[in-house]
């Protein structure tokens, strides 16, 4: 049997009961390392915790070489461990569909992932399109395809849940082309530069999908102990420092209700700034006034 387990989003116990039971039953125990981290925990505190030794599984071994992780378990429980749930804004179809193929039988754990725990900010999970991810700029890449989701979004009045990249077991350019081996250190993206990168596409397209006054929430860490949550401007969030990652933005819908924007006031400092900010937003997509048909005379 192969088990994909959530883990959940920071602590060690945070996984279900049902997916540590299972654990203890698999002969190898792989970590995906590449989507998401578990910010309160550390390889070796999981390994005491099953009981167990864990394999760091990076985005080659999963995407490339899933052999080894599949070998042998058509007759043995191997166990595929992913930090949110397993199909949290993380595909690993693949896998399971790899594992089918080879007549291997697949069981799936869920557990909270940052696609639900969001909604601990007060926007109702209702209320949201479609999510985006934001991938770190390079000098020559800028890729901004999720400009036109969050217009689409923004035009229905939706919440746009935006996910920041995250760098792990990176080669250089110059390394990965003399064939070098040597990684880069991990880089995840913060709220300020994902604002950053959102004012600088908003700025050439000009179409306005957003502005800089375009209510947003900072939503650091969720599920851990230093979670965190603030409340402001594209624009006050591309200067602000949210601390350690991981790190996502909500970008507001035009309909924000009441019971949401009272919470969300709370992690606002200057409240009546971003009353009015939503305030004015709300005004912006407003739908054209209905006007009837004229009819035609005989
Ligand atoms: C590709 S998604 C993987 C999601 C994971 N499988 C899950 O179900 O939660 C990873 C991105 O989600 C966001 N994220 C994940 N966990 C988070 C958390 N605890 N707090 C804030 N953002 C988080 C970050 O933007 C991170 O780069």
Same mark, same amino acid.
């Given at each position: ?8 989003? &920071? ?24 989507? &998401? ?26 995407? /490339? ?57 007060? %926007? ?20 901004? /395809? ?17 996910? %920041? ?71 006050? %969030? ?61």
């Amino acid at each position: 049997m192969l088990y994909l387990i959530g883990l959940g989003l &920071s602590y060690t116990s945070d996984i279900t009961v049902r997916g540590l039971e299972s654990i203890k039953k698999c002969s190898r125990v792989y970590l995906e390392h590449y989507t &998401s981290i578990l910010m309160a925990a550390s390889l070796e505190e999981l390994e005491e915790y099953y009981g167990k030794k864990v394999y760091l599984a990076d985005r080659e071994m999963v995407e /490339s070489g899933c052999e080894e992780i599949l070998r042998d378990a058509d007759k043995e429980d191997v166990a595929f461990l992913v930090v949110g749930d397993p199909f949290g804004a993380t595909t690993h179809t693949d896998l399971v569909l790899r594992a089918k193929k080879q007549a291997i039988e697949v069981e799936v754990i869920h557990n909270a992932s940052v696609m639900n725990a969001v909604g601990s900010c007060g %926007l109702q999970l209702y209320n949201f399109g479609q999510t985006v991810s934001m991938v770190f700029f390079t000098d020559s890449w800028r890729p901004d /395809s999720w400009y036109n989701k969050i217009w689409e979004n923004r035009k229905i009045g939706l919440h746009t849940l935006v996910l %920041l990249d995250i760098k792990v077991k990176e080669q250089s350019i110059e390394n990965m082309a003399r064939g070098r081996l040597i990684y880069e250190p991990p880089r995840y993206m913060s709220i300020s530069q994902c604002c950053e990168q959102l004012l600088e596409i908003e700025e050439l397209r000009g179409t306005k999908a957003y502005t800089p006054n375009t209510p947003a929430v900072a939503i650091s860490r969720l599920g851990a102990p230093t979670q965190s949550f603030k409340s402001g401007t594209i624009e006050e %969030l591309s200067r602000s420092d949210c601390g350690e990652p991981l790190h996502s933005l909500v970008i507001l819908g035009r309909q924000c209700h009441d019971l949401e924007l009272e919470y969300l006031l709370e992690f606002a400092e200057d409240k009546l700034e971003f009353q009015k900010a939503v305030s004015q937003d709300q005004e912006y997509f407003k739908p054209e006034p209905w006007v009837p048909p004229i009819e035609e005379e005989d």
